[in-house]
C-alpha cells in the first residue's frame, strides 16, 4: 500500500534519530528510592498554594532569586537585569546588567550585593554599581553553572554552587538526566580571594543556606531529591551527610528563616518515566534526543517544603491548577509572609506565613 512508503520512512527517520543523534550527554546508571506518594503522608496534594498573591513588578521575565529591603524587592531576570521593585508594583529600578543570567542573590554584611550568575561566575556589586568577578574556578576547573550563594554573619566567606562543571545555564535537562555528579559546593574567602572545594561529585548542586550559628551549610542536589549537609563548626567539621533523603520532587533554591525553619522550592515533582529509566542509560539518551524536539516531562504543579532544624517536613504547599505559580524555585521567609521566586514566571507572589503552617 502506499501508505507504508510514507510511514515506514518516517519511523526509520524517527528511530535513527533516537539512536544515532550525536549529543554531549553520556547518562551513568543509578537506582532512585521509589517516589514518595503525592496521594497520603506527608507531601499529600493540597491547594495552599492557591492562596499567593502577586507582588511586585509585572511582566518581568524569571524572577528566580529575591531578597526583600525595606519595602523593595530585589531580583534578577532572565536577560541578566538587577532590578529594585517596590511591593506594589509601581515602582522599579534597574541597579546593574550582569551580562549573564543572575540566580543566587546573598547581602554582604559590608553592603555589596554579591550575585551566583550562571554564566559570570560568582560577582559583586557596590553602591556605586561597580561589578566585579570574584570567582569563574576552583581547583583549576572553571564554573559551568554557578547556582546560588549564602555569606555566613562575620562576612568571611561566601558559600555557593556550581551546579555543574560540564552543563551550562539552560541545559539543566541534561546535566539531571546525565546523572554525572559534576556538580560543587564551594567556599569564597572575602580576606585572601581564594575559592575552595568542599564537596564534589553532587548531582546538579542548586540551592545554598547556612544553618543556625553557621554551624553547617546545606546544598540541594536536584539530580538525587536530596539535601546534603556539610559541618563547618563541632566534632562534625568538615564531614557531611544528608540532611533529608528521597523528596518528592526536584529541590531547586533553599533559604533558612535564620531561626527554625528552612524552605525548600521544588521545581516540579518527580517524573516515573525519568525513576523508571534511571538503570537504563540507553533509554535515557535517547529520551535526551527526545527533548530536543518535544516539550520536557515536567508536570505544573507549584510545590514548596517547610523543613525543621532536623530535616523534618513541617510544611507542605501545592497548587496543582491550571493557573498556578511554577515552576517555584525560590521562598523566603520574611516577617508575616512567604515570597515566591520562579525561574520562569514573569512576576513574584507571597503567601501569609500563617496560612503555610496551619
Excluded at 564554573?143 to 545555564?169: L, Q
Excluded at 512567604?338 to 507572589?349: D, E, I, N, Q, T
Amino acid at each position: 500500500m502506499k501508505w507504508r512508503h510514507i510511514v515506514l520512512p518516517v519511523f526509520i527517520a524517527i528511530g535513527g534519530f533516537l539512536l544515532l543523534m550525536p549529543t554531549k550527554v553520556k547518562p551513568v546508571a543509578w537506582t532512585p528510592q521509589p517516589a514518595p506518594s503525592l496521594s497520603t503522608g506527608a507531601y499529600a496534594d493540597n491547594q495552599r498554594l492557591k492562596a499567593v498573591e502577586r507582588v511586585g513588578a509585572a511582566d518581568i521575565d524569571g524572577p528566580e532569586a529575591l531578597l526583600l529591603e525595606g519595602d523593595t524587592l530585589l531580583t534578577g531576570l532572565h536577560d541578566g537585569r538587577l532590578i529594585h521593585t517596590s511591593l506594589d508594583g509601581k515602582s522599579t529600578k534597574v541597579l546593574t546588567d550582569t551580562g549573564g543570567r543572575p540566580l543566587g542573590l546573598a547581602r554582604h554584611p559590608n553592603g555589596l550585593l554579591v550575585i551566583a550568575d550562571a554564566v559570570k561566575g560568582l560577582l559583586s556589586l557596590d553602591a556605586q554599581g561597580q561589578l566585579v568577578a570574584l570567582s569563574t574556578e576552583a581547583g583549576g576547573v572553571p564554573f559551568g553553572f554557578t547556582d546560588d550563594v549564602a555569606i555566613d554573619k562575620p562576612g568571611h566567606y561566601a558559600y555557593f554552587s556550581d551546579a555543574s562543571s560540564r552543563f551550562g545555564y539552560g541545559h539543566d535537562g541534561e546535566a539531571i538526566l546525565e546523572h554525572g555528579g559534576d556538580g560543587r559546593l564551594l567556599r569564597y574567602d572575602f580576606q585572601t580571594g581564594k575559592t575552595s572545594v568542599l564537596l564534589d561529585k553532587l548531582q546538579f548542586a542548586n540551592g545554598v543556606t547556612l544553618g543556625p550559628e553557621d554551624a553547617f551549610v546545606l546544598v540541594n542536589e536536584t539530580g538525587a531529591y536530596r539535601i546534603s549537609r556539610y559541618w563547618l563548626s563541632g566534632p562534625k567539621a568538615g564531614t557531611h551527610d544528608l540532611f533529608i533523603d528521597n523528596l518528592p520532587g526536584l529541590p531547586d533554591n533553599l533559604s533558612f528563616n535564620g531561626h527554625d525553619r528552612f524552605w525548600v522550592a521544588l521545581y516540579a515533582p518527580r517524573n516515573a518515566l525519568l525513576d523508571a529509566t534511571a538503570a537504563h542509560p540507553f533509554v535515557r539518551k535517547m529520551i535526551v534526543r527526545a527533548m530536543t524536539v518535544l516539550p520536557k516531562p515536567v508536570e505544573k504543579r507549584a510545590f514548596a517544603l517547610g523543613l525543621d532544624l532536623e530535616g523534618k517536613v513541617i510544611a507542605n504547599l501545592q497548587d496543582a491548577g491550571s493557573d498556578n505559580y511554577s515552576p517555584v524555585t525560590t521562598v523566603r521567609e520574611y516577617g508575616d509572609w512567604l515570597y515566591f521566586g520562579s525561574l520562569k514566571a514573569r512576576y513574584m507572589v507571597r503567601l501569609p506565613l500563617s496560612k503555610a503552617l496551619q
